[in-house]
T-cell receptor
Framework: KAGVTQTPRYLIKTRGQQVTLSCSPISGHRSVSWYQQTPGQGLQFLFEYFSETQRNKGNFPGRFSGRQFSNSRSEMNVSTLELGDSALYLC??????????????FGPGTRLTVL | GQQVMQIPQYQHVQEGEDFTTYCNSSTTLSNIQWYKQRPGGHPVFLIQLVKSGEVKKQKRLTFQFGEAKKNSSLHITATQTTDVGTYFCAGNAGNNRKLIWGLGTSLAVNP
């Protein structure tokens, strides 16, 4: 199976702009989670989508939003970019079955730089 | 809120030395997962523990889940340069599917 893919891999934007990142999960995985990673801050959870519905949300401002399509592909959008939004944005997919907790498979990430 | 503390934050070892990272949760966890992220890479799943007191081994890596399901450890015997990276623990509390992540332990191995 192909792994999780994310596009674009690198992005440079200026303050005030908006950006859309895309994630294609592993075939058959219906759960997609998004994380922000900055040096020293670990993985900060943004949100999780399952079957086109946001199931969990982290503590990020409303400028960060996402959605999931019927084919499980997901996008996240950041509006009115700030310098502090510069980070590696990781997408992870998971196969959800019953009440079991399954591992997350991460994509390579999108490196966003805000100037 | 629910937190998972991971220590140490950084560790430098000589190749061949042992290494241990610890994870402590403020709440009882349903499971604990461990991931490794190589420099410039993305996190890769290593293992999941779900039972109280569970111990699992993968070659030189030994994973433990505490009896109270509030702490966990990862021990690497005789580190190699290929072990370099950041090790993260993450767990679920109750039926909540949102993973609670530790901040990671960055391991550097001097050859």
């Amino acid at each position: 199976k192909a792994g999780v893919t994310q596009t674009p891999r690198y992005l440079i934007k200026t303050r005030g702009q908006q950006v859309t990142l895309s994630c294609s999960p592993i075939s058959g995985h219906r759960s997609v989670s998004w994380y922000q990673q900055t040096p020293g801050q670990g993985l900060q959870f943004l949100f999780e989508y399952f079957s086109e519905t946001q199931r969990n949300k982290g503590n990020f401002p409303g400028r960060f939003s996402g959605r999931q399509f019927s084919n499980s592909r997901s996008e996240m959008n950041v509006s009115t970019l700030e310098l502090g939004d510069s980070a590696l944005y990781l997408c992870a997919s998971s196969y959800i079955a019953g009440v079991s907790y399954n591992e997350q498979f991460f994509g390579p990430g999108t490196r966003l730089t805000v100037l | 809120g629910q937190q998972v503390m991971q220590i140490p934050q950084y560790q430098h070892v000589q190749e061949g030395e042992d290494f241990t990272t610890y994870c402590n949760s403020s709440t009882t966890l349903s499971n604990i997962q461990w991931y490794k992220q190589r420099p410039g890479g993305h996190p890769v799943f290593l293992i999941q523990l779900v039972k109280s007191g569970e111990v699992k081994k993968q070659k030189r890596l030994t994973f433990q889940f505490g009896e109270a399901k509030k702490n966990s450890s990862l021990h690497i015997t005789a580190t190699q340069t290929t072990d370099v990276g950041t090790y993260f623990c993450a767990g679920n509390a109750g039926n909540n599917r949102k993973l609670i992540w530790g901040l990671g332990t960055s391991l550097a191995v001097n050859p």
